[in-house]
T-cell receptor, first 106, second 112 residues
Framework: GIQVEQSPPDLILQEGANSTLRCNFS?????LQWFHQNPWGQLINLFYIPSGTKQNGRLSATTVATERYSLLYISSSQTTDSGVYFCAVERHKLSFGAGTTVTVRA | DGGITQSPKYLFRKEGQNVTLSCEQNLNHDAMYWYRQDPGQGLRLIYYSQIVNDFQKGDIAEGYSVSREKKESFPLTVTSAQKNPTAFYLCASSIGTSSAGIFGQGTRLTVV
C-alpha cells in the first residue's frame, strides 16, 4: 500500500508563530486531505487538495503531486490550533499518516 | 443539520463479548468507512462500503464485521475474535471514494 510520512512528529509553537507541516507519500494518488483532530478526538477536514494551493483563513496548503508531497502552513498560530494534524491520501482507499502533534503555548 | 452520528460515545466490553458500534449519516453519501485509532498513531482502515449491500475489507478487518443494509447506516461489530479491541473507533462518509471525508465524533471502546 501507499506509505504516508508526516514531519515533524511533534511541534511546539509560541502563540503568533508560523509553521510548516509536511506530508510525503510514496505513489501517485487521486486525493489528498488534511485533517485536524481536536483534543476530544473529532476529526475536521481542513483541505481537500489533490494538487495546487488553497487557503482558508490562517491556514493554507500546497500539494505538488508530481513530487509526491504536500505542505500545510499555519500562520499566526493560536492556542486553538493545538491538536494533531493528519495527512491522508487516497488511491483505492484513504491511507493516513501518523500525524503531527502541534502544541501552541500562550 | 447534516452529519454523521456515532453511538455510543464510550463503550465497555467484557472479555468474550461481541459489541456493535453504530454509525448513521444523513448526508446522502454513498461511501462509508470505519477506522481504528490507537494512542499516538494514525487511523487504520477496518472496512469500507461504496454502495448498499456491498463492503470491502480494509487493512485490519480481522475480528470485525460490518453490514450495509441501508445507505445511511454502517454498523461495526467488534467480535470476540478481536484480541485487542481497546481503541478509538471513527466512522466516516464521503460522496464518492475520491472526495472529502466527513468524520463522526468517535466511539472509545475499552475492554474491562
Amino acid at each position: 500500500g501507499i506509505q504516508v510520512e508526516q514531519s515533524p512528529p511533534d511541534l511546539i509553537l509560541q502563540e503568533g508563530a508560523n509553521s510548516t507541516l509536511r506530508c510525503n507519500f510514496s505513489d501517485s494518488v487521486n486525493n489528498l486531505q488534511w485533517f485536524h483532530q481536536n483534543p476530544w478526538g473529532q476529526l475536521i477536514n481542513l483541505f481537500y487538495i489533490p494538487s495546487g494551493t488553497k487557503q482558508n483563513g490562517r491556514l493554507s496548503a500546497t500539494t505538488v503531486a508530481t513530487e509526491r508531497y504536500s505542505l500545510l502552513y499555519i500562520s499566526s498560530s493560536q492556542t486553538t490550533d493545538s491538536g494533531v494534524y493528519f495527512c491522508a491520501v487516497e488511491r483505492h482507499k484513504l491511507s493516513f499518516g501518523a500525524g503531527t502533534t502541534v502544541t501552541v503555548r500562550a | 443539520d447534516g452529519g454523521i452520528t456515532q453511538s455510543p460515545k464510550y463503550l465497555f466490553r467484557k472479555e468474550g463479548q461481541n459489541v456493535t458500534l453504530s454509525c448513521e449519516q444523513n448526508l446522502n453519501h454513498d461511501a462509508m468507512y470505519w477506522y481504528r485509532q490507537d494512542p499516538g498513531q494514525g487511523l487504520r482502515l477496518i472496512y469500507y462500503s461504496q454502495i448498499v449491500n456491498d463492503f470491502q475489507k480494509g487493512d485490519i478487518a480481522e475480528g470485525y464485521s460490518v453490514s450495509r443494509e441501508k445507505k445511511e447506516s454502517f454498523p461495526l461489530t467488534v467480535t470476540s475474535a478481536q484480541k485487542n479491541p481497546t481503541a478509538f473507533y471513527l466512522c466516516a462518509s464521503s460522496i464518492g471514494t475520491s472526495s472529502a471525508g466527513i468524520f463522526g465524533q468517535g466511539t472509545r471502546l475499552t475492554v474491562v
